[in-house]
């Protein structure tokens, strides 16, 4: 049986990789391979640190979703795969990757999820985490500032430059291919239990199918 992919989607700041370690770390033992899409930006050695900071990474464009799919495909068959690793204060990626090991469920999110319709046709559930702007550009200005070392000017401009029209153009309008929308993210218990819920059913499922498959006839 195939791994079960499930996307995360949602705005900046919306809790996305909250709801998505909940649900893996709900889930029994190794049964979550995890996928940022974040990890995928293109590596564009080719520019200078000024013109790299300066480029829309919040248009699809500035993601390897070739590569992305690619990574996708071989969890989705039972294959481990080398997954980049991104520096958001250099806008490179490093040198070395990250192992991902398959595994019975794949848990892939990030802004765009559901932008793309390739991405889309291969994700067995999509989610989209849905908060208020308010709070996640709070939470985005929080994350940049203690997480990657960046000043407050540079967040508000990259925010009204790119960021907000961004968010309208594609993450909002991709709302309306979730299967499931979330209000307020990780801190919706209800949503997140009915979620987990419905994996763990699924993994006990292919648990069971799989013993039917291997058990030797007597």
């Known amino acids: 049986m195939s791994a079960l992919v499930v996307g995360i989607a949602g705005g900046t700041g919306s809790g996305k990789t909250t709801v998505a370690r909940t649900i893996a770390e709900a889930l ?5 391979a995890m996928v940022e899409f974040d990890a ?16 829309n990474y919040d248009h699809p464009d500035a993601l390897e979703i070739e590569l992305f799919l690619e990574h996708v495909d071989a969890l989705r068959n039972g294959k481990p795969v080398d997954m980049p690793i991104y520096d958001f204060k250099s806008h490179r990626r490093h040198t070395q990757t990250r192992r991902a090991e398959p595994a019975p469920v794949v ?12 991405v889309r046709e291969r994700l067995d559930m999509k989610i989209f985490v849905d908060t208020d ?30 960021v907000r029209p961004m968010h309208l153009q594609f993450v909002e309008p991709s709302k ?14 209800v949503a997140l239990d009915l979620i987990v819920a419905k994996l763990r059913a699924v993994l006990e499922a292919a648990g069971t199918e799989d013993q039917r498959t291997t058990a030797v006839p007597s």
Request: charged fraction near 35%; avoid cysteine; glycine fraction near 8%.
């Open 28 to 32: 029994p033992g190794s049964g979550v």
């Open 40 to 55: 995928y930006y293109r590596d564009r050695e080719d520019l200078s640190p000024e013109a790299r900071a300066q480029v």
């Open 107 to 118: 848990v892939v999110e990030g802004i765009l999820v559901l932008v793309d319709p390739r």
């Open 133 to 162: 702007p308010d709070i996640r550009v709070f939470r985005r200005i929080r994350r940049d500032m203690e997480q990657r070392g960046r000043s407050f000017e540079s967040i508000r401009e990259q925010y009204y430059r790119t």
């Open 176 to 189: 309306r291919w979730a299967d499931l929308i979330i209000p307020e993210g990780g801190n919706n218990r």
